[in-house]
Structures are given as structure tokens and as C-alpha cells.
């Protein structure tokens, strides 16, 4: 039997993200038939933004290599006690908006965003230029994702406040995007 119920987990953190202002829209559970890696991937998007332009697309990471040692280390405790925090799966939070017509500078943009992901949710930006024909403008679309570590022992303890700041960030962050997103996407907005 699993110490840790990851499908649970991902159930968990969905009401949660609904709780924090969210609204969810799909849900993937994907399994790697020869190394058994699975991952869970969430749509979601604030509950403002329905119908767009922006969408969050979470995606957990479960290498069982890291599941069953971690398994191996709670047998191994006496009982009551809790596990050390050695293990942790990678959460990773990814906002997409359509091709922007007037693109931000990324410097600036990257700046502001790190102002509001902190050191709670680290953010990474980036852009893709896709040109259709060569005789055609760029069409740029943004990439923002931010990576955080799941601790293993927390969800194992049933650690009640996890994710709340990262989530809090992630809506600010939605946000801010959404404020300014009208000014980037022109009349596709």
C-alpha cells in the first residue's frame, strides 16, 4: 500500500486552487508504461478570465523512483514519527496568452513578474517568435512558468497549508497578466 495517495493529493489541490479563486477546467493523469514516471496536469484559470486569453496549465511530476524511496524511508521510522524532508516532486505552474500584437520587453516584464512570484514562486520569462511565411510579421507569444519542489513529508503529514502562498502568488501573478494583457493583445483582446 502507498504511504502517499498522489491521486488524492492532485484532488486535494484542485479544491484548493477553487478555493483560492480559480476555476478548473480539465484534468490529465498520464502514465510512462516503461519507467512507470506519471504525471498529473490541471487546466485552470482565474475565475474572472473565463473564456480567456489567459490560461495556467499546472503539471506534477512523479518519478516512482523518488515515490519508493521515500516509501522505503517511512517504513523504516518508528511509529509517530515524521520523515525527514529529503524528498520532493517537481509542481510546475506554466501561463499562455495567444500571439501578442505589441509584445512587452521581456526584461521589464520578467522584472515585474519576479516582484510579484517572490521567492515563493520563482518565475522564469521567455518568448517564441513563429513566423507563418517569411514574408509575414512575427507572431510572439509569451512563456512564463514557475517550478516549485512538492516536500514529500508534508503531504505525508497532511501539511493543511500547502501550496497556499504559492497559490496566492499564482493569482496575483494571473492577475497582473490579465491587467496587462488588453495592451498586448491589441484587438484580439
Known sequence: MAVIDVPGFVAEQKEHAIAHGFHVHDERH????????????????????????????????VDPRILLSFEDLVMELDEGADPPDLHQFPLHFTWSLPPLE????LLVLATDLAGIGGTELP??????????????????????????EVSLAEVFVGEHELLCGE???????????????????????
Open 30 to 61: 498520464f502514465v510512462e508504461t516503461y519507467s512507470l514516471r506519471q504525471a498529473w496536469e490541471v487546466d485552470l484559470h482565474p475565475e474572472e478570465a473565463c473564456g480567456g486569453p489567459l490560461d495556467i496549465h499546472l503539471a506534477l511530476e
Open 102 to 105: 505589441t509584445s512587452p520587453d
Open 123 to 148: 518565475l522564469e520569462v521567455s518568448a517564441i517568435d513563429s513566423f507563418a511565411s517569411v514574408t509575414d510579421a512575427a507572431d510572439r507569444s509569451i512563456g512564463i512558468v514557475g517550478r516549485i
Open 167 to 189: 497559490l496566492d502568488r499564482a493569482m496575483e501573478v494571473s492577475r497582473w497578466l490579465l491587467e496587462h494583457s488588453e495592451g498586448w493583445l491589441g484587438s484580439q483582446g
